[in-house]
């Protein structure tokens, strides 16, 4: 297992992106975070087997109305989730889709 920090920008808030990245996670069971920056991009922690990771990234590209311009990828301490959460812009959690 690793977890990994992932850097997005592009057109990624306000089209649904992080519902999106959250379906994906669910369905490949990454666990992590999602939420929006103050600049306009997203970041995500996830935590999964490698190559999970490598999946779950090049399925993020699928989001529709999301435009994608540049990831960026760093190797993170290991972070234990209990599954993958978006982090809403006043800082709560939510869960559910």
């Known amino acids: 297992m690793k977890t990994i920090e992932i850097v997005i920008t592009g057109r990624v808030q306000k089209v649904g992106f992080r519902a999106c990245a959250r ?3 669910m369905d490949l ?3 992590g975070t999602v939420m929006n920056l103050a600049d306009g991009k997203v970041q995500i922690f996830a935590t999964a087997e490698s190559i ?3 999946k ?3 399925m993020l590209y699928g989001c529709p ?3 994608i311009r540049d990831i960026k990828i760093t190797d993170s301490v290991i972070r234990n989730y209990d ?3 978006v982090i809403k ?3 709560r959690i ?3 889709l």
Do not use: H
């Open 23 to 25: 379906k994906i996670a």
């Open 29 to 31: 069971k990454v666990t």
């Open 52 to 54: 999970i990771l490598e």
């Open 56 to 58: 779950f990234i090049s």
């Open 65 to 67: 109305r999301a435009i």
């Open 83 to 85: 599954e993958f959460s």
């Open 89 to 91: 812009n006043d800082g």
């Open 94 to 96: 939510s869960t559910s």
